[in-house]
C-alpha cells in the first residue's frame, strides 16, 4: 500500500500540477493525502463502470476532472455527485491530471506514439510537425491510427486537395479556441464548434475534427508508461465513449 500523498508527490514529478491553467481542477478531488492506497487505476474519466470494477481502498488517476465547477448542493441521485457517493462509500480516492498532463505528456504522446508525427516545435497546448504527404493520405493516415471510420473536415478557402500537406498543428482534446494561433496547413484537434469552422475557413485554415474522446482516450497507457516501477498494481480502465452512431 501506498499512501495517497505519496502517489501525489510522483505524480507532481512527473506533471507539476502548478502548470495547470487557471480554470483547471486538476489535483486530488476525493479522498485525504494520509489515506492509502492498494492498488491505482486509470482512466480519462469517471463512471459508474469504474466504481463497480474498483477495489475498495483505491486510487483512481483520470484526465478531465469529475469535479470541475463548484458544487452547491450533492444530489446523490445525479452525476457527478452520484459518483462521489459512490467513491466515499468503497473509500475511493480520485486524482485528475487536466491540462498539466495535456502539456507535459499527452499531446506529444498522441502525435508521437499515436499518429507517428515527429513534434518539432511546441507553443503552449500546440505541437507542430512536418508531415509532407497528400492531403487524402494525411486524412487516410489519421484515420487509421486513431482507428476512425470518417473524419469531419473545414477546408480553408483556398483549400487544394492536390496540394501537399507540409506542415501540422496538433492538439488533444478541444482546440478550437487557439485557431487564431494556428500557423500550419493543417490543424488536427477535436470538438470544433460550427462558428470556429466558419472562421477557420475564411481564414484559409483546414481542420480536420478527430474527437474529444478519440484523441485522448490514450491517457491511460500514457500515464501507465511513467508508472512502470510503480509499487502497486497499475490497472487501466477501458472507459466507453459517451457518443455512440446510428
Known amino acids: 500500500m501506498m ?16 502548470s495547470q491553467e487557471e480554470w483547471d481542477n486538476s489535483g486530488l478531488l476525493v479522498g485525504s493525502f494520509e489515506a492509502s492506497a492498494q492498488r491505482v ?9 469504474l466504481l463497480d470494477e474498483a477495489q475498495p481502498n483505491s486510487l483512481i488517476i483520470t ?6 465547477k463548484g458544487l452547491k448542493s ?8 452520484s459518483l462521489i457517493a459512490k467513491m466515499v462509500a468503497k473509500n475511493l480516492s480520485l486524482i485528475a491530471m487536466h491540462t498539466n498532463y495535456d502539456i507535459s505528456h499527452l499531446n506529444e504522446y498522441v502525435l ?3 499518429l507517428g508525427f515527429t513534434p518539432n516545435e511546441r507553443d503552449g497546448f500546440l505541437l507542430y510537425a512536418d508531415v509532407n504527404l497528400s492531403f487524402d493520405e494525411f486524412c487516410e493516415r489519421v484515420k487509421a491510427k486513431l482507428n476512425l471510420s470518417h473524419l469531419r473536415v473545414c477546408k480553408g478557402r483556398k483549400f487544394d486537395r492536390n496540394a501537399q500537406v507540409k506542415r501540422l498543428a496538433f ?7 487557439l ?4 500557423k500550419a496547413d493543417v490543424f488536427l484537434t477535436g470538438d470544433l464548434k460550427y462558428h470556429q469552422a466558419m472562421s477557420a475557413a475564411q481564414n484559409n485554415l483546414t481542420m480536420l475534427d478527430i474527437g474529444h474522446f478519440e484523441s485522448e482516450r490514450y491517457f491511460g497507457e500514457s500515464l501507465a508508461k511513467n508508472l512502470q516501477n510503480f509499487a502497486i498494481p497499475i490497472i487501466i480502465h477501458d472507459l466507453q465513449n459517451p457518443f455512440t452512431q446510428c
Open 74 to 81: 450533492l444530489n446523490l441521485d445525479k452525476y457527478p455527485s
Open 3 to 18: 499512501k495517497i500523498g505519496e502517489i501525489y508527490k510522483i505524480l507532481d514529478e512527473i506533471s507539476p500540477f502548478a
Open 41 to 49: 487505476y486509470l482512466s480519462l474519466d469517471v463512471d459508474d463502470e
Open 63 to 68: 484526465h478531465h476532472p469529475l469535479i470541475f
Open 171 to 177: 492538439c488533444t482534446g478541444s482546440g478550437g479556441d
Open 112 to 114: 508521437s506514439e499515436i
Open 179 to 182: 485557431i487564431d494561433s494556428v
